[in-house]
Structure formats: structure tokens, C-alpha cells
């Protein structure tokens, strides 16, 4: 390097000519140079000013190296800093994007105040949870359906196994039934009372949480399946397949064919499944661990009565065996609204620890309804944030969030709803125990309802033959 360029590149910047040599602005000896100066009157006067202050060639050369190497430090240090930056935002988003919300029924730290919050909440709004007041199963499909439609659309289908008991004079749709064989062509016979409420209440209930707009697959009681199939043209859905309901007890027909049948005809459909029938078998998880483990099966909805000690052990096997394969599990509430119509209140979790046994009381004559979720599924973050007791606010990001305040229920965003007398656990225990018939049944707390214990034992066998992590209840 040259003098004259030397000298060119310390009179190129003022702060670090001022930097290197110690020079002060405003002090004698300050190398600094009119904007209106000439260049050679600059680098003149720069020359004079270098000799003044005894500096040799030599002595600039290595002052000039050692400006060049903290100016190449100082530029890697600023890319080190930006690319950092960059990274860490790029981490945080993909762990953001993929790893699922925080979840407080899998926090040691806060299930205990989530039992609690919901143990008390069911305590006195338990006609909530009666799937026969308010069909919180299909509400509960309706919203799956519609989170599933914003943020995944994509083929979809239903299955639906038996037909729901709704409550006497609601939700009565028997205006909406044909059976076109019938004398006369269109009018339905009104033989069977209790079957056509059945069929009226499911095909309301459905049209009315958008099922049809997937395709559709019912199991139904024989009796019901023309009517049904004439009844579903007439409404100008002709692609819904109606078929006989086989019985688990009797016969070995696994759910497991019917979702391989589905998969088969729509390979990327994704699954939503209603057992509306509360007395299906045990065994009907043990036969369907295929379509759990496939990560087709986007919503799974059953409803279930508990008449003994034993189904409530039975339920909390059902629960256990399916939570196994990554599904988060609630009971689904629904009430009327001032126009009569159905929507949901809190959704109480009972997978991991958050297990309450007054939800499964036995003999309250509450048909209950069980939603399991996939764990990374959007309809659970919903469930999460909305219609919790202990709503999930935190993001992954959140590491220095306290553990307190992740663990914070709030039971007065639910306030709307009043406690009702009549609503309470101990109203309905009270009102099944006057209805209850014989008199030994009111003694020892059992129907007459016999026990399905081959359901037992094969769901019993299944739990134990599925790997994946065990968890105990209330501790």
C-alpha cells in the first residue's frame, strides 16, 4: 500500500482517523478536513499533520492493518448477531407451528386445580352433561366439523353407529321421515313411536351439525334402515349409505372393517365417529385400534350411562385405551340457548390425572358424551382456549411464564349459566332413585341392566396389549 492511499483511507473517515490516534475533536493537531477543502490541499495538510506527530511509513502501514482487521471484525460480528437473530425467530416459529399448546392436564403442577375447578363445576351443573337435554354429541360434532372445514378442508366422513334417545319433546324431527313404501307413498306409519322420535332426533341432529356435507356412514337398527334411506333422498342426500347395525355381542364385526371399507373408497378422507347408542359393547375400542393408530380418525364421539361401579370402571378403561393412542379426552356439555337451540358450555378433560369420579356416578340417569381429540388436532386447541375451565393462554415461547398462572381456572366466564337446583348432581341422583323400579335396586344402587362383562374382559385384554404411557387417576 502506498502513502497517498494511506493517507486517502484515514482522511475517508473522521471518527476513525479520531479513534486510532487518540485525536479529540477541537484539539490542536485534530485531523479533519474542510468539505469544501480540495484534495490536495487535504491530503497536504494530513502529510503535515503526521510529520508533527512523528509518525514514520511504517508505523502507518501497521496502524492501517490493525483499522482493517477491526473493521472485518467488527462486520463478523455484526453478521454473527444477525444471523443469530434470525435463527432463533426461525426455531421459535417451526416449535411454535409444530409442537402442541401447553396442556395443563399433563402438568403435575396444575391437573390438581383442574380437578378441582371441574369436579365442583359438574357438582352442580351435571344436567349439562346429559347428551338427552341438549345433544351435546352432535353440538360436539358440529364444531369439529367446522374447525375442520377451516383448517383442513379436504374430504371427510361420518360414521355413526345406532340412533340417539333424546330427551321427551325436544328435538322431535319426525316431519322430516318418508318411507316411500309405505301405503299412500309418502307419509311414515306411526307404529313405533320411539323408533321414528329416534330417527327424527338423528336426522335433525345431523343436518343441523352440517354432517352431510361429508360422507356419510350409518349403522342402524334394521327397522329403521328403509325408512331412513327414503327418508334421506327426499332430503336430496343420495350418496348416504344406511346399513344394519350388527351386534358386538353376538357378533365379531370390528369397527376396524368399516374404516378400512372407508379409507378404501376415500383414502384421504379424514374420520369423525359417533356411537350414539350409550349400550354399545366394551369391545368396540379393542376393535377398532387399526383406525385409532391410522391418525385418520379426527374426532371420536360416544356417549355411555352408568348403571354400576363396574361401567364406571369400564368408562375410565375406555378412556385410558384411547388416550394411549394420543388422544386428549372430555366430557361434552351442551344447554338451550333463549331460542330453544343447543350450545356448548365447558368441556371438562378426564384423560391424564383430571379424572373426577363423580362425572361417572352411577344411576343419575345422565347419558354422558365422551370427545377424544387428536393431541395436535386444532379442534383441541379450541376446546383448550374456548370452552375450558382453565383456558390455555401460554405459548410455547412463554418459558418464563409462572406456573400459577397457567394453572389459573376461570369458572366466571361460564357465569352465564346459573346453578340451577334441579341441575345439581345430587337433583338427578334423587330423580333416578324415585324413578328406579323394584325395590332391591333401590337399596343396592343397581338397574336391571345386565352386566356386559365379555366387553370387559376384551377391553381389559386390549389395554394390557397396547403399549404407550400408563397414568393413574386422582392423585
Not at 352433561?129 to 379436504?154: C, I, M, N, Q, S
Not at 333422498?233 to 378400512?260: I, P, S, T
Not at 352408568?306 to 385410558?320: D, G, W
Request: with cysteine; glycine share 6%; net charge positive.
Amino acid at each position: 500500500m502506498t502513502y497517498t492511499h494511506a493517507l486517502r483511507l484515514l482522511t475517508s473517515s473522521k471518527t476513525s482517523a479520531s479513534c486510532i490516534y487518540g485525536i479529540v475533536p477541537g484539539e490542536a493537531g485534530q485531523i479533519n478536513s474542510n468539505p469544501q477543502e480540495s484534495p490536495s490541499h487535504s491530503h497536504a495538510r494530513t502529510r503535515t499533520q503526521l510529520r508533527d506527530m512523528g509518525l514514520t511509513k511504517d508505523q502507518l502501514r501497521q496502524r492501517t492493518k490493525l483499522l482493517r482487521l477491526g473493521a472485518r471484525r467488527g462486520r463478523l460480528c455484526s453478521a454473527c448477531v444477525a444471523f443469530g437473530t434470525v435463527l432463533a425467530l426461525v426455531l421459535g416459529s417451526l416449535r411454535l407451528a409444530y409442537a402442541p399448546p401447553y396442556d395443563p392436564a399433563l402438568d403435575a403442577r396444575c391437573v390438581k386445580a383442574l380437578r378441582s375447578a371441574q369436579s365442583a363445576w359438574f357438582e352442580t351443573r351435571a344436567c349439562a352433561y346429559d347428551a338427552r337435554e341438549a345433544r351435546a354429541d352432535f353440538v360436539a360434532a358440529e364444531l369439529a366439523l367446522t374447525v375442520r372445514a377451516k383448517h383442513a378442508p379436504g374430504p371427510c366422513a361420518v360414521l355413526t353407529l345406532g340412533l340417539p334417545t333424546p330427551s321427551p319433546g325436544r328435538f322431535i324431527g319426525q316431519g322430516l321421515l318418508v318411507d316411500e313404501t309405505a301405503t299412500g307413498g309418502s307419509s311414515f306409519p306411526t307404529g313405533d313411536e320411539a323408533l321414528a322420535r329416534k330417527m327424527g332426533f338423528w336426522m335433525r341432529s345431523m343436518m343441523d351439525a352440517g354432517a352431510f356435507t361429508c360422507e356419510t356412514h350409518t349403522y342402524t337398527d334394521e327397522r329403521a334402515v328403509r325408512v331412513l334411506e327414503s327418508s334421506l333422498r327426499k332430503q336430496g342426500y343420495f350418496d348416504a349409505v344406511v346399513g344394519k347395525l350388527w351386534n358386538d355381542r353376538k357378533q365379531a364385526k370390528q369397527l376396524d372393517e368399516e374404516f378400512e371399507k372407508i379409507v378404501k373408497s376415500s383414502p384421504n378422507a379424514k374420520l369423525t365417529v359417533l356411537i350414539n347408542d350409550a349400550k354399545r359393547s366394551q369391545s368396540q375400542f379393542a376393535r377398532f385400534k387399526k383406525g385409532l393408530a391410522s391418525g385418520k380418525v379426527s374426532t371420536l364421539i360416544w356417549r355411555r350411562e352408568i348403571t354400576s361401579t363396574a361401567q364406571r370402571k369400564a368408562l375410565m378403561k375406555e378412556v385410558k385405551f384411547v388416550a394411549r393412542f394420543g388422544y386428549s379426552l372430555y366430557l361434552a356439555g351442551a344447554s338451550q340457548n333463549a331460542k330453544g337451540g343447543a350450545e356448548p358450555t365447558a368441556y371438562l378433560r378426564i384423560d391424564h390425572g383430571a379424572w373426577d369420579d363423580k362425572f361417572a356416578t352411577p344411576n343419575t340417569g345422565i347419558e354422558l358424551t365422551i370427545v377424544a381429540v387428536p393431541r395436535h388436532n386444532k379442534f383441541k386447541r379450541l376446546l383448550d382456549q374456548s370452552f375450558s375451565l382453565c383456558p390455555v393462554r401460554s405459548s410455547v415461547l412463554n418459558f418464563n411464564e409462572r406456573a400459577d398462572a397457567l394453572c389459573a381456572c376461570e369458572t366466571e366466564r361460564f357465569s352465564t349459566e346459573l346453578a340451577e337446583p334441579t341441575c345439581s348432581l345430587e337433583s338427578r341422583l334423587a330423580l333416578a332413585r324415585s324413578k328406579r323400579r323394584g325395590f332391591w335396586s333401590f337399596f343396592v344402587g343397581k338397574t336391571t341392566e345386565p352386566e356386559d362383562t365379555e366387553g370387559f374382559d376384551e377391553l381389559n385384554t386390549a389395554l394390557n396389549d397396547v403399549g404407550g404411557e400408563d397414568y393413574e387417576v386422582n392423585k
